[in-house]
T-cell receptor, first 112, second 117 residues
Framework: NAGVTQTPKFQVLKTGQSMTLQCAQD?????MSWYRQDPGMGLRLIHY???????DQGEVPNGYNVSRSTTEDFPLRLLSAAPSQTSVYFC???????????FGQGTRLTVV | AQSVTQPDIHITVSEGASLELRCNYS??????LFWYVQSPGQGLQLLLK??????LVQGIKGFEAEFKRSQSSFNLRKPSVHWSDAAEYFC???????????????FGKGTHLIIQP
């Protein structure tokens, strides 16, 4: 049972480059979210989805895009990377609000 | 405004000693309450949760938490810590069905637990 799988685990980007962080879950969860974790800030919500074809913005959405074409996948796109986007990114899935959220192992992104 | 506060950024405890990590929230009703643990380089794992009923909740790894409505608190406790408990601990809250994203979680900033031998 893989749970929530994030790729890559580590990535270094140059300022202005674009990339996609992948997130896949095999638990048939409708709800998926992306968070970023910065020292002393806890986890902050970037974007979320309550089902295929439905996405919405969280607390810190600027500079990121998402789409949800299938139940399993929820990729996060950085359109033009900035040093301020250096962070650890976590994808999570759940059966719905108030239910246990399952987290991936994280992607550590450095923008230079 | 709705918020979650973990007042202790770092806590150092001797191995075998008891532990209490504090969590307070600001909200006009009773939210759903969670404690997650993050080991170094890992994702987050659910320790326990409170929705309703008995205000003392048992979780995994010997942890428990007590919900106190009058104090808007949900403190995490363990009677005797082990070196493997060294980690980052996050209190998280679901305030309502209309906010907080897909899983509704609003996180505190975390408490870093250090275990002394």
């Amino acid at each position: 049972n893989a749970g929530v799988t994030q790729t890559p685990k580590f990535q270094v980007l140059k300022t202005g480059q674009s990339m996609t962080l992948q997130c896949a879950q095999d638990m048939n969860h409708e709800y998926m979210s992306w968070y970023r974790q910065d020292p002393g800030m806890g986890l902050r919500l970037i974007h979320y989805s309550v089902g295929a074809g439905i996405t919405d913005q969280g607390e810190v959405p600027n500079g990121y895009n998402v789409s949800r074409s299938t139940t399993e996948d929820f990729p996060l796109r950085l359109l033009s990377a900035a040093p301020s986007q250096t962070s650890v990114y976590f994808c999570a899935s759940s059966y719905g609000e108030g239910n246990e959220a399952f987290f991936g192992q994280g992607t550590r992104l450095t923008v230079v | 405004a709705q918020s979650v506060t973990q007042p202790d950024i770092h806590i150092t405890v001797s191995e075998g000693a008891s532990l209490e990590l504090r969590c307070n929230y600001s909200y006009g009703a009773t939210p759903y309450l969670f404690w997650y643990v993050q080991s170094p380089g890992q994702g987050l794992q659910l320790l326990l949760k409170y929705f309703s009923g008995d205000t003392l909740v048992q979780g995994i790894k010997g942890f428990e938490a007590e919900f106190k409505r009058s104090q808007s608190s949900f403190n995490l406790r363990k009677p005797s810590v082990h070196w493997s408990d060294a980690a980052e601990y996050f209190c998280a809250v679901v305030f309502s069905y209309s906010g907080g994203g897909a899983d509704g979680l609003t996180f505190g900033k975390g408490t870093h637990l250090i275990i002394q031998p």
